[in-house]
């Protein structure tokens, strides 16, 4: 009987370490690791009319089902 417990603790440990790494690697995916130094390019690739066509901003927008007065930024200098 006593073995369970270090058994136990053991599982809760790990599970909370994947817990917090888990989280943390699904908000850094390889594929973000951009370098910003070619401005020119990336100026070209951010105001590009057809980014609209794989980002789709305006359904975006209606899927969050906003509130005509809602406030959805504001400065809080």
Not at 2 to 7: K, L, N
Not at 36 to 45: L, Y
Not at 55 to 62: A, D, G, T, W
Not at 64 to 72: E, G, R, V, Y
Request: proline share 8%.
């Amino acid at each position: 009987m006593s073995i369970q417990y270090p058994i136990v603790a053991v599982i809760l440990l790990l599970s909370g370490l994947i817990g917090m790494v888990l989280p943390a690697a699904a908000q850094s995916p390889h594929t973000h690791q951009h370098r910003f130094g070619n401005a020119e390019k990336w100026a070209q690739v951010f105001d590009d009319p057809a980014r609209d066509a794989w980002q789709k901003p305006h359904e975006v927008i209606q899927a969050l089902k906003l509130k005509p007065d809602a406030i959805i930024g504001r400065d809080h200098r």
